[in-house]
């Protein structure tokens, strides 16, 4: 089978899409994977593909054309992506939100996997999130879906972007509430503390409630984390499960209907 204008065409529109992925998605974005592993998955499942994806009925005419192309598959590979990193986020906000109240958040430290500073229980979870997305097939399923999403978005065909706009905003809401229901346990026992501080204040202002209070919060914050790790993990299970049907439905809003 020879080469022609379209395979290298399509070649190119299938890396921008799955670069866009990448550049998203959970485990794939992982600053710790090395540049050069990323750039050979997308020329080797680029290569792969360019057989089994429709073919672009018309190829774009001028330079102009084909960056506006490039573009949009790396649009729509970013949407998928960031569809399937929300709940990741959801995660680290639940466990940035446990080391504020446990008083941790200032003992923060590098994490490699994202560049930026972060405390114990944010970086537990996201662990702990993408060990479990790793053990359900998640990164495999991730990569079927972008195979698939070829089928319901041909390369080069026109999306609707207005709908899966408002779905992701409608997702973003999700990193709220699944953050703060994560994390209510030690809220709450945080506020029990600190009522309780109040009181033995008010009885004995001689003890330096503040001095205390960095010894005993993250201490109990730790018990009730360790009393609560089941609910946690199932939870989370619960959560990352979710995310295949997210982006099922992301790329059914995108679909242009005639």
């Known amino acids: ?64 054309t084909f960056f506006l192309a490039l573009l949009m598959e790396f649009m729509i590979g970013m949407m998928l992506g960031f569809a399937a990193s929300i709940m990741v986020i959801a995660i680290e906000f639940a466990g940035s939100l446990m080391d504020t109240q446990a008083g941790l958040s200032v003992a923060s430290m590098l994490d490699p996997s994202t560049g930026r500073n972060a405390a114990l229980f944010e970086r537990m979870l996201k662990n702990v999130a993408i060990l479990i997305f790793i053990i359900i097939d998640g990164h495999h399923m991730i990569l079927s879906i972008f195979q698939q999403s070829f089928l319901v978005l041909p390369v080069g065909a026109p999306i609707n972007m207005l ?32 009522f309780a501080f109040g009181l033995l204040n008010r009885v004995a202002e001689q003890i330096n409630i503040f001095q205390l209070g960095f010894q005993i919060k993250p201490t109990v914050s730790l018990i009730i984390i360790l009393a609560i790790t089941p609910a946690l993990v199932y939870s989370i299970l619960n959560i990352m499960e979710g995310v295949m049907k997210q982006l099922l439905e992301l790329l059914s809003l995108m679909q242009v209907t005639i």
């Open 163 to 194: 709908e899966p706009i408002e779905f992701l905003l409608t997702l973003g809401k999700e990193i709220f509430r699944i953050g703060v229901r994560l994390a209510a346990p030690i809220i709450l026992v945080v506020f029990i503390v600190d």
């Open 1 to 64: 089978m020879f080469i022609t204008m379209v395979h290298v065409t399509t070649f190119f529109l299938i890396a921008a899409r799955l670069i866009g992925l990448i550049f998203w998605a959970p485990f794939f974005s992982d600053k710790q994977i090395f540049a050069m592993a990323k750039v050979a998955l997308v020329i080797w499942a680029s290569a792969l593909l360019i057989f089994v994806v429709p073919m672009p009925t018309q190829l774009p005419g001028t330079n102009m």
